[in-house]
């Protein structure tokens, strides 16, 4: 009916029927009608003009949230993002903002429109805050959500527009980062890291790197905002009026001309910036250091090195604790790279390195940025040598820690020579060094095109040791896919006993579909042609969208034609996607549309497809609520993979308390969430110190499922953080007392290794308690507890104190934990922390082959530095302890690589 009244313009018979929909039959007028049916009409007889639109739904008795969030729906799903935009600003109602998140990326993605997707970022922003602030008013219990939700909101809708895109738009994302930083919106660092991974190194520019640490700083302020606080600040004529008006009586100007300094570095304008400095200094005014650094920076970025350097010597000579962040000087090596003197930029970092401590500064996104641009210019140059100096210099001197983005440059320096043997070579040492896959997907292109079969294998092979064998062919599938060789990704794709990964099918997709990558959907389709463990009726809907978002109807009608011959049943989700583009084009539909599914007449059917009907289109909130009203026989009936899917979102989003509820209900219905989503549902009610709801999931659970949640080290840190850390130690105390010989195994299975780590750490005061408890738990045969009160004093390198437990307790056992100490160790690179563990060991009646991982340990770190020749010198002395196959064969391979390198002989050891 509303249909039919809209083909004749008839506006106010559409309310009439919303209206008797709620008056007469007492029906709730879904979102759905509205956001399908409803709204397009209306919206197109009001003249494209929204407030008539929600003015009318009004006058029918529609909710202001319903009609705003439906109209919402319907302005993206047409790419209208600016409407959208102003009514999102100008309706203050309560709506959840990730329900948005696909249409406004799809809508983005058509549009380009980077200003009002930044208003709708910012919009989206503070609707998740006041979702906060209302669950804090309802006593809802997480109180960090209103603040840490609607970052990750604002993150994850940056990362969604380079998710997958292979061919990005720089300009594009320019623009993106430029209006983020006009509406004064902010990213985690975190954040930044993955989009740049995702971005890529060749699309890095100094622009991108640059607006990317504003938005991590913090301290990004909207245009509104940046007026008034210049306002407040004083213009530079203000200032300058007044220094000239206190010359002119004789008064000081020290504090005019600084805060004038100040000005001129915030407005970029070097020369006069410049020009007050050294006014100042002539004048031997004392200038604060940050304000200096200040300057430093404005000079870096302008590359005025002489100047640069200049400010920097006068920085030292005036104060010795004052240290430069660290990302300006690895800003200020580059320029000085960019000068060809290398040597002088080492110098300058290794100098700047020895002046701090390793806790002094935190790495942060500004800091990888830098020192990303400086290797990426180094690999650009097709420098391998002096590439490979700069690395060593940094990750030696702590300002990069090892992953595919920093690792990428070593990688990316060879393809731009073209030499693919060596770029090769390098990644296998990368591969086998630190487990590391830097640059694959475009090294594993680059060999396609070269036709490489052996060095093909060869990557696919160090793959499957990173990735696992089937996600390592699957991406050999889409590289092949990508290149035009449908041949060899389908031979891939027929390998007996590949499982299948529809998820990874649909993610292609998705992105060639986003990217309008018409060729390498229409290899997708030609390489899983009847095969009949992938379903092509998923691919063929996304190469449908891409031909009508290139309104290619000829091709569109193809497709279609095409699957009636190689007997392919279209989808009823095809054909009406087909049939209602063909209508916008004019043009004969030459099938009968599927008619949109008619709900069962049952009630209770019809609870379930409205509940499933809510999930499929992302209406969690209303899931929710259907799933609360169901009758406790309905919700059995409800799928496990539904459920979880619901209870994803939740935990997405914040909700807590609702998390808590919908898991403990799929536990009494024997439903146990997927693996991955029951442990991010347990570890945020652990951060929540919930201890109540993990109690009441633990009758629920069997030995299996504590094991993979790790419950009891979960139990252990909920009490540490809700304040409880002294109740659990008298759990522990009174469950060892209370053991009888059968519940040994049990009771040391359970104890919460590294949860207790921290809670040691945290509460010195129950140190002494925990060693009464170690004692009770010893006399049972369980060393587990001692060796890890062992294990914390070395960490905390309390040496004497460890020594104590290890003298008093351990020493004359054949077996204790050592490796967490190892790893640790080696994380930090911490070599006093390995050799202490060496040393304690040799002492001991542990098993001498069981020395090899933590003899392994000390080369490894001795390697890492650099320290080949005393990584030998170590193992020739460990002789007499270990042999040198007891040596890890990941230390082994890797010290022989790196003694080949150097020339250096093993024969000895």
Known sequence: MIVSYGKAGNSEGILDVLRSMSEKFSVVVQEETLREYAV????????????DVISKLKSAGIPLESSVVSLLHYL????????????????????????????????????GDAVSFAGMMHAMYIATENIGMRNVNSNFIDEAFPVLDRFELVGQLLLDTVSGVRNVNVSEVKKLLEAMCSQGLVISTSTAERFVEQLGNANMTTEISNLLEKLTSGVVVSQEQRASQGMAFGSESRLTNLVNNLKAKGEPTHTARK?????????????????????????????????TAQLIDLNVSNENLETALKVLKWLENQTNDYIVNRSKIVKLATLLVKNNDLDGALTLLRDQAQKRTATTEEKNYALSSACRTLLNYLADQADVDNLRKAFDTLLQNSYIDINNVMLGPLIKVHIVRNDLDSAMKEFEKLCNMYRCTPMKNELTCKLIEAEDAVSLQKITDLSTKVHGEVNSLYDLVFAFVECGRVRQARKILETPGLLVRPERV????????????????????????????IDPSNIYLHLLKTYCQKNDSENALGLWVKMQEENVQPTDEFLRFLGNFLKEQGL?????????????????????????????????????????????????????????????????????????????????????????IFKTVVNQITS?????????????????????????????????IAGAASEYLHTLDNEVTNAGPSDVEALAGKFPKSAMLVLLKNHPELHSHYQIICEKYLKKGIIVPMSILWIYHALEHQYSVADEVWNKYLIRLESVKYDPVCRFALQRLDLPLATYVVERLKESNIIKSSHGYAHSCVVDILLTNGKIEEAVEFVKKSKSVISYENLTNATRKRLEILTKERGISLESS
Not at 513 to 521: D, I, K, P, Y
Request: glycine share 4%; proline share 4%; aromatic share 6%.
């Open 588 to 676: 004969p539909v030459p099938f009968v549309l599927p008619e949109v599914p008619i709900q069962s007449k049952t009630n209770e059917n019809k609870v379930i497809e409205n509940f499933t009907t809510a999930l499929q289109e992302s209406n969690y909130s209303k899931a929710l609520e259907i799933l609360e009203s169901m009758e406790e026989k309905l919700k059995c009936q409800v799928s496990k993979e539904k459920l979880s899917s619901l209870l994803k979102y939740l935990s997405s989003s914040g909700q807590r308390e609702e998390v808590s509820k919908l898991l403990l209900l799929m536990l009494q219905l024997n439903k146990q969430p997927a693996t991955q």
């Open 688 to 720: 929540a110190g919930d201890i109540l709801t993990l109690n009441l999931i633990n009758e629920y659970l069997d030995e299996s499922a504590k094991k993979t949640i790790a419950y009891d080290n979960n139990l252990c840190r909920a009490h540490e």
């Open 506 to 533: 649909h993610l292609a997709c998705s992105r060639y579909s986003q990217e309008g990558m018409v060729s390498s959907l229409e290899g997708l389709v030609e390489a899983t042609k009847s095969l009949s463990h």
């Open 76 to 111: 993206l799903s047409e790419n209208n993002i600016k409407d959208a935009v102003k009514v999102v600003k100008k309706y203050n109602v309560n709506y959840m903002p990730n329900s948005l998140r696909k249409p406004l990326l799809q809508a983005y993605r058509h549009t």
């Open 259 to 291: 805060r004038l300094l100040n000005l001129h570095c915030k407005n970029q304008n070097l020369e006069k910036a410049n020009a007050v400095w050294q006014e100042l200094v002539n004048e031997d005014v004392g200038i604060g250091p940050g304000l």
């Open 40 to 51: 397009p009409w209306l919206y197109k007889l009001c003249l494209k003009n929204s407030n």
